[in-house]
Structure formats: C-alpha cells, structure tokens
T-cell receptor, first 112, second 113 residues
Framework: QQQVKQSPQSLIVQKGGISIINCAYENTAFDYFPWYQQFPGKGPALLIAIRPDVSEKKEGRFTISFNKSAKQFSLHIMDSQPGDSATYFC???????????FGTGTRLKVLA | EPEVTQTPSHQVTQMGQEVILRCVPISNHLYFYWYRQILGQKVEFLVSFYNNEISEKSEIFDDQFSVERPDGSNFTLKIRSTKLEDSAMYFCATHGTVGYEQYFGPGTRLTVT
C-alpha cells in the first residue's frame, strides 16, 4: 500500500515532442506528490509538485495532471529538449511522516 | 540559493569498516532525511530526524546505522560495519517547517570492497 508505481521505465522522444510519465498509488492518505529530475551522478532536484485538491499544475513546460479518483498522476513535458534527458522520479508523502515514497524512475532521452 | 552539501563525494571502504557520511543542511531547515539509491534503482528512504531524534526509520536502517547532529550544523550517517550491499549513493535531504518540499544534496557514493 506504500508503493508508488511508475511507468514507463524508459522513454525516447523527439525534440519538440511531448514526454508523458505516469504514476499510480494506493494509499489514499498521500497528500503531496512531487516530481524529481535526476542527472547522472547528481542528487534528485525538485521539478514540480501537486496536492490532491487541484487536478493540474503547470510550471513552464512542465505540467502535473492529477486524478484523485483513479489515484494516478502524471508529468507532461511539453516541447521536450535534449537538455531534459534525465531520470524522472515521482514520489508521494503525507503529513505525519513526510518521508518520500519514490517511484522506480523513468529514464527519458530526447533526441536532437 | 541555499543548498544541501554532502561530504565526501565518494568514499571507498573495506567490508567491516566504519564510515561516516556528512551533510550540511540548509540553515533554517529542521527536518532531515537520509535516502539511498543502489545503482540503477529507485531512491529509498532510510531515516528521518527531527528535534534531535529519529522520527521514523525504514527496515533497511538496522542496528548498523546511526544518525546524529553533533554540532547543530552537520547531520551525519554512520554505518558501523559496512557490508558489500551497502554500496550505494547516499543522499541527505532537508525541509523547513512549512510545506513538504525536500531538498536533496548531491550525494555520497559509497563503495564497499
């Protein structure tokens, strides 16, 4: 019940295309869902996050879509660029713990 | 922009040796975490620390692991007797009193031979 399932494991997108990464969870107590971007040899960097009281959040080219009833959320990267090539992790947490439960990661490659 | 720093960036040690990984959190942050990431796998929670005590720990965080904040600025993870399977990237993360955003350090790569 504490798992966060992430798909796909890897993704190849052409420059300018849309990258979509999906996550699903079971624990309805989760109330904060961040996405992290990780470059090789670096620590995860917070990209964007959402709470379940909104269905969508947009920051620049990055959008989170959230479906509370389906217990799913996704990251959309619009106009994907080669510099976006990285591993993306979704995560979830809730008040009372604050520890993050991470998804398994998606390795994104954007072709020039 | 304030950031979390970690030292060393890479530590090589022999099986059975003790290692101490160090983290300097963002200055006004009060919640501290250690996570680890085995090569190619997901980031896993180890322990959370608040108000000078452990808030929560995972089943990975057994008696070989300990954490402390020795001087009010550093936050350390000690592994008493390292095993081969402890080889991983160890990340320190911190967050403040408002919100859930955790900020990760660059990590320490621990290699146990």
């Amino acid at each position: 019940q504490q798992q966060v399932k992430q798909s796909p494991q890897s993704l190849i997108v052409q420059k300018g295309g849309i990258s979509i990464i999906n996550c699903a969870y079971e624990n309805t107590a989760f109330d904060y869902f961040p996405w992290y971007q990780q470059f090789p040899g670096k620590g995860p960097a917070l990209l964007i996050a959402i709470r379940p009281d909104v269905s969508e959040k947009k920051e620049g080219r990055f959008t989170i879509s959230f479906n509370k009833s389906a217990k799913q959320f996704s990251l959309h990267i619009m106009d994907s660029q080669p510099g976006d090539s990285a591993t993306y992790f979704c995560a979830a947490t809730y008040s009372g713990t604050y520890k993050y439960i991470f998804g398994t990661g998606t390795r994104l490659k954007v072709l020039a | 922009e304030p950031e979390v720093t970690q030292t060393p960036s890479h530590q090589v040690t022999q099986m059975g040796q003790e290692v101490i990984l160090r983290c300097v959190p963002i200055s006004n942050h009060l919640y501290f975490y250690w996570y680890r990431q085995i090569l190619g796998q997901k980031v896993e929670f180890l322990v959370s620390f608040y108000n000078n005590e452990i808030s929560e720990k995972s089943e990975i965080f057994d008696d070989q692991f300990s954490v402390e904040r020795p001087d009010g600025s550093n936050f350390t993870l000690k592994i008493r007797s390292t095993k081969l399977e402890d080889s991983a990237m160890y990340f320190c993360a911190t967050h403040g009193t408002v919100g859930y955003e955790q900020y990760f350090g660059p990590g320490t790569r621990l290699t146990v031979t």
